[in-house]
């Protein structure tokens, strides 16, 4: 995707054979994304999914290194949106959405978007904007992995 370079947005989208709601049980069970998620694994218990809801993760492997965060859920809409956020208010923050979209023949189109706001945000995603396209392409293939395996339409 042809994007400015001092847009600070990153996403990626794939096609998935299995319905919204075999995609929304991968990517909600936060406990099991150590399992398949090429990045980002659940640091600690696992709250409910609503918004104000705390999520401790742990990044490992990518273009961020290693590093703890925590995201506050936004917005839940099962099995078709799913938002959290979180860093540094004004200096690098970012808002991640998921959306799934039903396709016929029982399948489902997945959108991961992440927009960062903050005076080091423009900066930071020009600078590293091929390799975070990667990652995030590689993130959708492994949930695609993932969800057509546990789904034997």
Do not use: C
């Not at 659940?42 to 999520?55: F, H, N, Q, T």
């Amino acid at each position: 995707m042809l994007v400015p370079e001092n847009d600070p947005f990153v996403t990626a989208t794939i096609d998935i054979a299995a319905p919204p709601e075999a995609v929304w049980q991968v990517l909600t069970a936060f406990s099991r994304y150590a399992v398949w998620h090429p990045i980002l694994a659940l640091d600690g218990a696992v709250p409910g999914l609503e918004p104000g809801a705390r999520l401790a993760f742990r990044l490992s492997g990518g273009t961020a290194g290693e590093q703890a965060f925590v995201a506050e859920v936004t917005e839940v809409v099962p099995p078709r949106l799913l938002a959290w956020q979180g860093g540094a208010e004004g200096v690098f923050f970012g808002r991640h959405t998921f959306e799934l979209q039903a396709l016929p023949g029982n399948s489902t189109r997945f959108t991961d978007t992440e927009r960062w706001s903050g005076t080091m945000a423009a900066s930071v995603i020009a600078g590293h904007r091929a390799d975070l396209e990667k990652e995030y392409e590689r993130i959708a293939a492994a949930l695609k992995e993932q969800a057509e395996r546990g789904y034997a339409g």
